[in-house]
């Protein structure tokens, strides 16, 4: 069975802090994908990488970058939170054999205060 | 460019009933149409997609949908509605050149008992 993990569901952090979001993909997918999703916004992209060590910006990527070491990780990072990036964050994976349909993980709940 | 509409924010339909989530597209080319589903504080999963081939696509619990290429619509559908369909539906689009899916804003059921 296909399997996207996130690090954590939910996750608190103080203005300022820098904060990682860790995604795991065991599919051996080529892209991977950063999404936040806000009520009334849809899913907005943030970030994809389409190989390792490659990215490219998404929708929304001001106050975001991410990390791909390796082919199965995908990283998010906030340099400093700020309480606009209280959001759920939702990461995906998905490639050319599979019609690049995207499989999601569970999400991480955001909280900054 | 590229976008995906839903254009209704909530559906609401009492349980037996037949049920409709519209959406429509627009994309250059070909399309690759997908349907996800999203329960409270989860990930999305997928339901369905149309790559080519037959315009009705049958999908997961039951849901199908139909690709009508003049009217750029993939409308999802199921013939009897069930209270655990309740749940926000996202249409999502890949423009064939492109690995990454363009989602609509999100359409929320409510099946009523």
């Known amino acids: 069975d296909v399997k996207v993990t996130q690090s954590s569901r939910y996750l608190v952090k103080r203005t300022g802090e820098k904060v990682f979001l860790e995604c795991v993909q065991d599919m051996d997918h080529e892209n991977m994908f950063w999404y936040r999703q806000d009520p009334g916004l849809g899913l907005r992209l943030i970030y994809f990488s389409y190989d390792v060590k490659m990215k490219e910006k998404g929708d929304i990527p001001e106050g975001y970058s991410v990390s791909r070491e390796k082919k199965e990780r995908f990283s998010l990072i906030l340099e400093s939170a700020s309480t606009n990036q209280t959001s759920m964050y939702l990461c995906a994976s998905s490639s050319p054999l599979s019609s690049y349909e995207q499989y999601f993980g569970p999400g991480t709940r955001l909280t900054v205060t | 460019a590229q976008s995906v509409a839903q254009p209704e924010d909530q559906v609401n339909v009492a349980e037996g009933n037949p049920l409709t989530v519209k959406c429509t597209y627009s994309v250059s080319g070909n399309p690759y149409l997908f349907w996800y589903v999203q329960y409270p504080n989860r990930g999305l999963q997928f339901l369905l997609k149309y790559i080519t081939g037959d315009n009705l696509v049958k999908g997961s619990y039951g849901f199908e949908a139909e690709f009508n290429k003049s009217q750029t619509s993939f409308h999802l559908k199921k013939p009897s509605a069930l209270v655990s369909d309740s749940a926000l539906y996202f249409c999502?689009?890949?423009?064939?050149?492109?690995?990454?899916?363009?989602f609509g804003s999100g359409t929320r059921l409510l099946v009523r008992p």
């Open positions: 999502a689009v890949r423009e064939h050149s492109s690995y990454k899916l363009i």
